[in-house]
């Protein structure tokens, strides 16, 4: 597709020279028209990431000040009521495999391709220059880096860090992030609509909340007035963070129910013991990692899904989100299909049934190229029993 910015190595006839790791090389077409410039990964499959479609844009380090720049201002924009903000998506924002979260004064890198990494002094100095932060943490401890050969790596590119959590505000509700020992960068910023929905949606009902990590929907729940809130995973880390926000936010611990368990075997005991609640969220971990995994990733999201459905009370709401790249809008909704079949299969109500009653995804903060669908990771769909 036109401007989409990855060159697969299967796509590449001939490659002159020997270019090293991250360097900067121009990409011609069959007949020798020029067509882009980008960084060039000698070991992963997608061979270049394109930088430029102008042949005059020099790659320098004037080139990722105005790119950090851009990306900066876009934000400044758009998102309001939160000082947790994706600064950079990566592709999205001309920086291919750079990924940059902003909590409070603090700022946290993920290095993905060999292009940032090449260019990485260049982008941590515009970074601090931009964003005036008082400590910079890398992340780049994601298992992407070995397909670009690159071993994982993290710690304080700059300031000093006591180790103490980093407090942010979002829509009223205090987190605490982990920026060192979080997943990702520590919080799930790109799930912000969703909790604000979340909570406008919660007043006086039943929320279960699966998959939780440090209760980031649980929260939101509580603020807005859920009756009770159970919240389930299996990182007792995770959920020793997520009670100590919840006294923090000074909401009742008589509301919540934590548990450290395995979601798919308490979702099997809850329609067991015939548990219904009037709002869940589903928000598993990547089932799916790659395309070669699609199969069996789609399988365990139809399995929590149905279950999911079937705990549902007459007018109840479903969160449902796959945070997978490999499952496409497609399959993801396709196999919301066959999981509302296969609930309704199991009712006796010949009345019952599901409405889809919104699509949703991650925050404006994490734009997509509409060139480079690939990068919309997130999607999810609100559901309601109807009766
Ligand atoms: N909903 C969260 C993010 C979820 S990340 C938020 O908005 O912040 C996925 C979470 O699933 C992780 O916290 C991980 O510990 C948990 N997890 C992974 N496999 C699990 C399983 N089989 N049972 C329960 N939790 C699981």
């Known amino acids: 597709m036109r401007r989409h910015p990855w060159v697969y190595a299967?796509?590449?006839?001939?490659?002159?020279?020997k270019p090293k790791a991250g360097a900067t090389v121009q990409i011609l077409s069959h007949d020798g028209r020029w067509v882009a410039k980008g960084a060039y990964s000698p070991s992963s499959k997608i061979r270049v990431r394109v930088w430029s479609w102008n042949e005059t844009e020099a790659i320098d380090h004037a080139f990722f000040k105005r790119k950090i720049s851009a990306a900066i201002q876009y934000r400044q924009q758009w998102i309001k009521d939160t000082n947790a903000i994706r600064l950079i998506a990566g592709e999205a924002d001309g920086l291919p495999g750079l990924i940059v979260d902003q909590y409070d004064r603090v700022i946290v890198c993920q290095f993905l391709s060999a292009g940032v990494e090449y260019w990485r002094d260049a982008i941590i100095s515009a970074l601090q220059e931009q964003t005036q932060c008082s400590l910079m943490v890398e992340r780049s401890d994601a298992a992407v880096?070995?397909?670009e050969g690159m071993p994982e790596q993290s710690g304080i590119l700059y300031g000093e860090y006591d180790g103490k959590l980093i407090s942010?505000?979002?829509?009223?509700?205090?987190?605490?992030?982990?920026?060192?020992g979080g997943h990702k960068t520590g919080f799930y910023i790109d799930q912000r609509d969703n909790r604000r929905m979340v909570s406008e949606l919660s007043r006086d009902r039943r929320v279960l909340n699966m998959f939780c990590y440090t209760g980031g929907f649980s929260l939101a729940a509580l603020q807005g007035g859920a009756k009770s809130v159970v919240s389930v995973d299996s990182s007792g880390d995770a959920l020793g963070l997520a009670q100590r926000q919840m006294v923090m936010n000074g909401y009742s611990s008589e509301l919540a129910t934590w548990l450290d368990a395995d979601a798919f075997s308490t979702l099997r005991e809850l329609r067991s013991a015939?548990?219904?609640?009037?709002l869940i969220v589903?928000?598993?971990?990547?089932?799916?990692?790659?395309?070669?995994?699609?199969?069996?990733?789609l399988k365990a999201y139809k399995e929590?899904?149905?279950?999911?459905l079937q705990l549902l009370n007459p007018g109840g709401l479903l969160f449902t989100f796959s945070c997978s790249g490999a499952?496409?809008?497609?399959?993801?909704?396709?196999?919301?299909?066959?999981?509302?079949?296969?609930?309704?299969?199991?009712?006796?109500?010949q009345e019952t049934n599901y409405r889809v009653m919104r699509r949703l995804a991650a925050g404006l903060d994490h734009p997509v190229l509409a060139s480079f669908p690939e990068g919309e990771y997130l999607k999810g769909l609100l559901l309601q029993r109807t009766q």
């Open 10 to 17: 299967t796509a590449i006839k001939r490659v002159d020279g």
């Open 145 to 147: 880096r070995s397909r």
């Open 168 to 180: 942010i505000n979002e829509h009223g509700v205090q987190y605490g992030v982990d920026v060192l």
């Open 274 to 278: 015939q548990e219904r609640f009037d």
């Open 282 to 297: 589903l928000d598993p971990p990547k089932f799916a990692p790659s395309a070669q995994h699609l199969e069996r990733a």
């Open 304 to 308: 929590i899904n149905r279950a999911a």
């Open 327 to 349: 499952v496409s809008l497609e399959n993801f909704e396709q196999m919301i299909a066959t999981s509302v079949s296969e609930a309704l299969a199991h009712m006796q109500d």
